[in-house]
């Protein structure tokens, strides 16, 4: 019923930037939080970031003062802009919405992923 797309990673050196988007589609009603998570190669997933409908962001300390992210509550759509990438910042970079949204009368929430894009980020 709701679709998380992904766009936006690839190869960038180190000290480059990128810009991740995700689009939640579908019968939604309403979205509470959006964020981005990661997996690195034979690690677990962990937060990257995430922001509220109201605009309030949270980082991972890893992160903090590189990555911005920002959501366009209008279209649903989530951003991660990522500056001064480091090696260590490869990954699979996952897009999450908590969200609610209508189905068969009634409205049911969900905690949706996206499918994930790759940042690779060389030295």
């Known amino acids: 019923q709701v679709q998380l797309v992904e766009s936006g990673g690839g190869l960038v050196q180190a000290g480059g930037s990128l810009r991740l988007s995700c689009a939640a589609s579908g019968s939604i009603f309403s979205v509470n939080a959006m964020g981005w998570y990661r997996q690195a190669p034979g690690k677990q997933r962990e937060l990257v970031a995430t922001?509220?409908?109201?605009?309030?962001?949270n980082y991972a300390s890893s992160v903090k003062g590189r990555f911005t992210i920002s959501m366009v509550n209008a279209k649903n759509t989530v951003y991660l802009q990522m500056n001064s990438l480091k090696p260590e910042d490869t990954a699979v970079y996952y897009c999450?919405?908590?969200?609610?949204?209508?189905?068969?009368?009634?409205?049911?929430?969900?905690?949706?992923w996206g499918q994930g894009t790759l940042v690779t980020v060389s030295s």
């Open positions: 922001i509220t409908s109201g605009g309030v962001t």
């Open positions: 999450n919405a908590d969200l609610s949204y209508y189905y068969s009368g009634s409205y049911l929430p969900e905690d949706a």
